[in-house]
């Protein structure tokens, strides 16, 4: 069965500071992962997704995230953390070869970015 | 184009009442989803549909029906409500690729109280 991990449940920088958000999976299959935002009281919103090819992929506001097979992990940074960063982050997972599209989320991350 | 819309936006319910959330998309897309959000569990799927007339369970089905009559609305139903619904509730729709994820897009949410 897959499953995703995220590694601490609040994370709080200062801004300017690198922002690292920790996701690890469990699949018995080649993953697809996904990493979403949630802004107070809003839905999620992708920031970015890994199906194939290159490992490290870039996303929207300046995200970015590398899929490391040997670590089973597809971590979440940025250089340099703005205010507007501070919201709750989910990584997912769902089967490469799936055809429903059905995803499995890690249990969030809530960043604080501190002036 | 509206997206995916949801239907409350809040709600609350008294212990076995009864209501139906109703989401609607004007995406054109065959799939949709029903997720419950609840703090330090991340999201978990309830029911999905793959196109219009069909349903499949999720992860946590006991306690919700759902129903797909026409291509753009997926409604969630609770029969009888129990506090243990006390939630969020997130509906999602993508569009279908042959074995290629693309991006779940999500509704604002319907935070529902049951006492």
């Known amino acids: 069965a897959q499953s995703v991990t995220q590694l601490g449940s609040h994370v709080s920088v200062s801004e300017g500071a690198l922002v690292l958000l920790r996701c690890n999976y469990s699949?018995?299959?080649?993953?697809?992962l996904f990493w979403y935002v949630q802004y107070p009281n809003q839905g999620l919103q992708l920031l970015l997704k890994y199906t194939t090819g290159a490992t490290l992929v870039k996303g929207i506001n300046g995200f970015e995230a590398e899929f490391k097979k040997s670590e089973t992990s597809f971590h979440l940074t940025k250089p340099s953390a703005h205010m507007s960063d501070a919201a709750e982050y989910f990584c997912a997972v769902t089967l490469g070869s799936s055809n429903t599209g059905k995803l499995i989320f890690g249990q969030g991350t809530t960043l604080q970015v501190k002036p | 184009n509206a997206g995916v819309t949801q239907t409350p936006k809040f709600r609350v319910l008294k212990t076995g009442q009864s209501m139906t959330l109703l989401c609607a998309q004007d995406?054109?897309?065959?799939?949709m989803y029903w997720y419950r959000q609840d703090p330090g569990m991340g999201l978990r799927l309830i029911h999905y549909s793959v196109g219009e007339g069909t349903t499949a369970k999720g992860e946590v089905p006991d306690g919700y029906n759902v129903s797909r009559l026409k291509k753009q609305n997926f409604l969630l139903g609770l029969e009888s409500a129990a506090p243990s619904q006390t939630s969020v509730y997130f509906c999602?729709?993508?569009?279908?690729?042959?074995?290629?994820?693309?991006?779940?897009?999500f509704g604002p949410g319907t935070r529902l109280t049951v006492t």
């Open positions: 699949s018995s299959v080649p993953p697809y």
């Open positions: 999602a729709s993508m569009t279908s690729g042959s074995g290629i994820p693309y991006e779940q897009y």
């Open positions: 995406m054109n897309h065959e799939y």
